[in-house]
């Protein structure tokens, strides 16, 4: 019997030293599983740029719907699609805008602790709670139905539609026309296209953001780094694995970072106003 039970208090050893072991590694696996969605999407990406005379694709598209989705046949207001969208018929397939680490509905924005822009009229807001949670392909949505449900990756569009003029996100716009392309990128290693997100389709907060965030979070101020389901938060960013936030980055490569690294880099950019630029979401080089 003591024999026995001495055997039984080494598995238990054993086990309790080993499991935390097994869960880092699944943990990586599903890291790695992330960062090959990222890498596929910045293939799709440049793809999408080289059979648009090197355009790079917009974070939305169509007039302002409260960044609201609409299938083509329920869409009364023109082309009501994002960036995930565009590259969809690249990459044919929807799994690879979910990461592995974002648990099912868990893990995304919950529309009662979400809020619409306050400059977005009440006419062409989204009516009613809309469920957030991983990607629906545009062409498989309920017509009519508006969806707020773009995946786990938000597209860089830091400093859109802002009053002061410093810098630009890495992204084209069709309203007015302002076709940007990757040829005008400064700094594409270092700048930020597409990272882990909230599930929010972008990251500048101009549209629908959680509660106690300042409006606009890429656009007026710097954003402070909060907590959120246990991860470290940047604006609409999110480090899911192992405390970091895995980035596609503007020249195709894919790295996790720490979100303080692109908190702590700001920029003295001309036309910056005096106002707080992360040189990370800005098209420019950095002149520090």
């Excluded at 409006?215 to 609409?236: E, V």
């Excluded at 899911?240 to 936030?245: A, D, E, L, T």
């Amino acid at each position: 019997m003591i024999e026995l039970l001495v055997v039984i208090a080494i598995i238990a050893i054993l086990a309790a030293i080993l499991f935390p072991v097994f869960q880092k590694v699944r943990e990586n696996a599903r890291a790695i599983s992330c960062e090959s969605n990222l890498k596929q999407m910045g293939m799709a990406l440049v793809q999408y740029s080289q059979d648009n005379d090197e355009a790079m694709v917009n974070h939305y598209y169509g007039t302002w719907q409260g960044g609201a989705r609409y299938s083509p046949a329920g869409d009364a207001f023109g082309q009501h699609y994002q960036w995930m969208d565009a590259i969809q018929p690249y990459v044919k397939n929807a799994q690879i805008f979910s990461c592995p680490d974002q648990n099912g509905g868990g893990d995304y924005l919950d529309p009662a602790d979400t809020r619409l822009s306050g400059s977005t009229p009440a006419s062409v807001r989204v009516p009613g709670p809309t469920s957030f949670g991983s990607y629906v392909p545009w062409t498989q949505l309920t017509d009519g139905v508006p969806s707020l449900r773009p995946g786990s990756y938000c597209m860089n569009s830091a400093y859109y539609s802002t009053s002061h003029g410093a810098g630009r996100p890495p992204v084209s716009d069709a309203y007015p026309p302002d076709v940007y392309s990757l040829a005008k990128l400064e700094s594409p290693s270092t700048t930020v296209w597409v990272a882990d997100g909230d599930g929010a389709f972008s990251a500048d907060g101009y549209g629908v953001i959680s509660l106690g965030e300042a409006r606009g979070q890429f656009s007026d101020t710097a954003p402070a780094i909060s907590t959120w389901h246990g991860y470290k938060k940047l604006g609409n960013l999110v480090a899911r694995h192992n405390s970091r936030c895995n980035i596609l980055w503007c020249d195709g490569h894919v790295k996790a970072v720490d979100l303080g690294i692109l908190a702590s880099h700001k920029s003295n950019l001309p036309g910056a106003g005096g106002f707080d630029v992360l040189s990370e979401f800005t098209v420019q080089a950095d002149p520090d």
